[in-house]
């Protein structure tokens, strides 16, 4: 078959949501994919942040190999040995108290707010709560997860949302400060805006939220679906800040492509929220899930991941550093380790993301004008490399 009969095959059965780009990719290797024409790709999307190990990394395989033979799925009903590793792992990787497992960051994003208000619940005897949300996030497409994701055009089709939430401007702790009242039960946002353009939080932002939050007994709830696993150098990003949540999210690289996510609870939330019969999923925890972030975990010691991403994350820098010098139209550059925007102006970052993809390099936008490098966490030197010389090709034929 032809890559336009494959395309016009999913698009009659599958609902279309999605405006995708016009290639059908059937494998992948290293940091590499291929499509059904044989077409190579070097991948700077990983999934929008996801495949970290890249693509059929031969310990990763194998578990998932060995796992399906054994057991796939028995619901929470019963306990499972994955689940209590993978568990063990979060909880030493993040020094926080209890984890949930969930499906996807979105539902991790659900439990949390869950979490939030059932601590306000606890903590006041009555219901009614408000949330503190910061405008151009984005935290998912679940009505929950939606009604704290700050920006109007993912919202208003969907309205009236969860009641209760209020926006404020990201790092800028006095816009914080002055929706509190004695209603609101947490401040949630990414401490890596990730779909709103890739703005890193302020070190001064957490500090005073961590300090807002303890003095009025609110739950710090921080999105690290996109920005966690490694993707900065930490193993969580906001352990570079020395800020800890009451309660953290995290997906993505989680399962390194298995969908899974989970909210982990600090102790303060963790004693004093979520109870048997309060929150559930039939299929979060499930053993194949579990073992997939097992054997992340394991490889990310075994291969010191994170210590590759800290060293290699300066020239990667330095690389786009230079194409701002380069490129009048690249304005500036944002992030933090393996998680980079490019600010574009003057041009669609959609016509530079095409020429890149007949390159054979796949890069990805965030908000309206950055172009999005979200590589896969094992890239070596030479993939930079091979990276900037395509993305400047592309510039040159687009520009």
Known sequence: MKTTDYIERSESSILHTYNRYQIVLEKGEGVYLYDVDDKKYLDFAAGIAVNALGYHH????????????????????????????????????????????????????????????KYAFRRDGHAGHSIIAMEHSFHGRTVGALSVTGNAHYREPFEPLMGGVRFAKFNDPDSVRSLVDDTVCAVILETIQGEGGIYPADQKFLEDLRSLCDEHDILLILDEIQCGMGRTGHPFAWQEYGVQPDIMTCAKALGNGIPVGAFVLGEKASSASLEPGDHGTTYGGNPLACAAVSAVFD??????????????????????????????????????????????????????????????????????????LVPPLIIERQHIDEMIEKLRMSLDQTL
């Open 58 to 117: 031969p310990v990763y395989t194998k578990t998932l190999q060995d796992q399906a033979a054994r057991l796939t799925h028995i619901s929470n009903l019963y306990y499972n040995t994955p689940m209590m590793e993978a568990g063990e792992k979060v909880l030493k990787a993040s020094g926080m108290a209890r984890v949930f497992f969930t499906n996807s960051g979105a539902e991790a994003i659900e439990g949390a707010l869950k979490a939030a208000k």
């Open 299 to 372: 490889i990310y010691e075994q291969e010191q991941i994170i210590g590759h991403v800290r060293k290699l994350a300066p020239y990667l820098e330095e690389q786009l550093e230079a194409l701002i010098r380069d490129y009048p139209c690249i304005k500036a550059r944002r992030g933090k380790g393996f998680m980079q925007g490019l600010v574009v102006e003057d041009h669609p970052v959609s016509a530079i993301i095409n020429r890149a993809l007949e390159n054979g390099l796949l890069i990805i936008s965030a908000g309206t004008n950055v172009l999005r």
